[in-house]
């Protein structure tokens, strides 16, 4: 039935910075830019390494939606990660706060979170 995640939206407060945030920063490349001007919104197609992975909308004063304390519904989004030392400075390097590294006690893995422009909750998960 289900065979595969097709993408993840986001909806963004500030659009040129949550733009230059997924793609300059995080590095997703531009699949697709398009203004719909009957909602006044922008779409933006993201995909991580050739594939389409996020939609990224902005709309004219979307209510904010909170990320701390945690509630229910969608967490946070989750990328894998070949080295976490490397993608650590790399958050250094643009001056963005990442929390302090963990391990999952399940796997042993590690893993930390940072936050998108609109406080989004981004984990990056070393495989």
């Not at 933006?44 to 902005?58: I, P």
């Amino acid at each position: 039935m289900l065979k595969d995640i097709h993408h993840i939206a986001i909806i963004c407060s500030d659009y040129e910075r949550s733009k230059h945030f997924y793609t300059q920063v995080l590095g997703l490349q531009i699949i697709r830019e398009i203004y719909r001007e009957e909602r006044q919104s922008y779409k933006l197609d993201l995909a991580l390494n050739g594939k389409y992975v996020v939609e990224l909308f902005s709309f004219p004063d979307p209510p904010k939606r909170a990320s701390r304390p945690e509630a229910c519904g969608l967490r946070h989004l989750a990328f894998a990660v070949d080295n976490l030392d490397e993608v650590m400075a790399h958050c250094e390097k643009h001056k963005i706060l990442a929390e302090p590294v963990r391990t999952d006690a399940t796997t042993e893995k590690k893993f930390t979170f940072i936050s998108d422009p609109d406080n989004l909750p981004i984990e990056f998960y070393e495989l």
